[in-house]
């Protein structure tokens, strides 16, 4: 069974920092892309961030760019985001997504994702 499960989320002030984790089981790591989704509520879901499956390719939405820091950790299958300069509007639950690929792009961002953690909530108080 392949799971993913978030952790590190919580409540924080503007200006602040959190980083998340992600913990993925059940499938070969080194050979999917990892992504963060986030979805604030009453929005869509947005992508946030992918790094490609060995690390060495990042995509990030603009929103975030400069702030966040997305990283994996392959032998631990592991996959992070270390998010700085936290303003109200990355208030959101976090997500964490496979897909099987080589490279972190905005298509294989938007191209749909082949597993999903629960999410975990990520709170930023003005």
């Known amino acids: 069974e392949v799971q993913l499960v978030e952790s590190g989320g919580g409540l924080v002030q503007a200006g602040g920092s959190l980083i998340l984790a992600c913990t993925v089981s059940?499938?070969?790591?080194?050979?999917?892309?990892m992504c963060w989704f986030r979805q604030a509520p009453g929005k869509e879901r947005e992508g946030v961030s992918c790094?490609?499956?060995?690390?060495?390719?990042?995509f990030y939405v603009d929103s975030v760019k400069g702030r966040f820091t997305i990283s994996r950790d392959n032998p631990y299958h592991h996959l992070y985001l270390q998010m700085n300069s936290l303003k109200p509007e990355d208030t959101a639950t976090y997500f964490c997504?496979?897909?099987?690929?080589?490279?972190?792009?905005?298509?294989?961002?938007?191209?749909?994702?082949?597993?999903w953690g629960k999410g975990i909530l990520v709170t930023i108080s003005s």
């Open positions: 790094i490609g499956r060995g690390g060495g390719t990042t």
């Open positions: 997504a496979a897909k099987k690929g080589v490279f972190a792009t905005e298509n294989m961002m938007r191209s749909g994702m082949d597993y």
């Open positions: 059940g499938l070969s790591f080194d050979d999917y892309v």
